[in-house]
Nanobody, 123 residues
């Protein structure tokens, strides 16, 4: 069982930056694929970024590529999402997710979810 707790959301002006954190419980954190998804009001949950420790594999949605960076610190059981050059369309609730094994960009493949953290980007 893995428990995930996100933090770091808030209100920021367009062009600004935020760093989200996701603290995970569990002794096998390094074996999990970790991902960030987001959901804006009235929209479906969408993939943002994912990282797998084995092979140091990362994968990004086209909409955030070059602006967002996913990273992890296995010594702290924490995954991060550094978000730069934020746009109003990045406004959403951001969720951390985990699964054992390879990474996917679809929400249905992830077994564990955090409660979400709100990110609001003003224009």
């Amino acid at each position: 069982q893995v428990q995930l707790v996100e933090s770091g959301g808030g209100l920021v002006q367009a062009g600004g930056s935020l760093r989200l954190s996701c603290a995970a419980s569990g002794r096998t954190f390094s074996s999990y694929a970790m991902a960030w998804f987001r959901q804006a009001p009235g929209k479906e949950r969408e993939f943002v970024a994912a990282h797998r420790w084995s092979g140091d594999i990362t994968y990004y949605a086209d909409s955030v590529k070059g602006r967002f960076t996913i990273s992890r610190d296995n010594t702290k059981n924490t995954v991060y999402l550094q978000m730069n050059s934020l746009k109003p369309e990045d406004t959403a609730v951001y969720y951390c997710a985990a699964r054992s094994g390879i990474l996917y960009n679809t929400a249905e493949k992830y077994d564990y979810w955090g409660q979400g953290t709100q990110v609001t980007v003003s224009s």
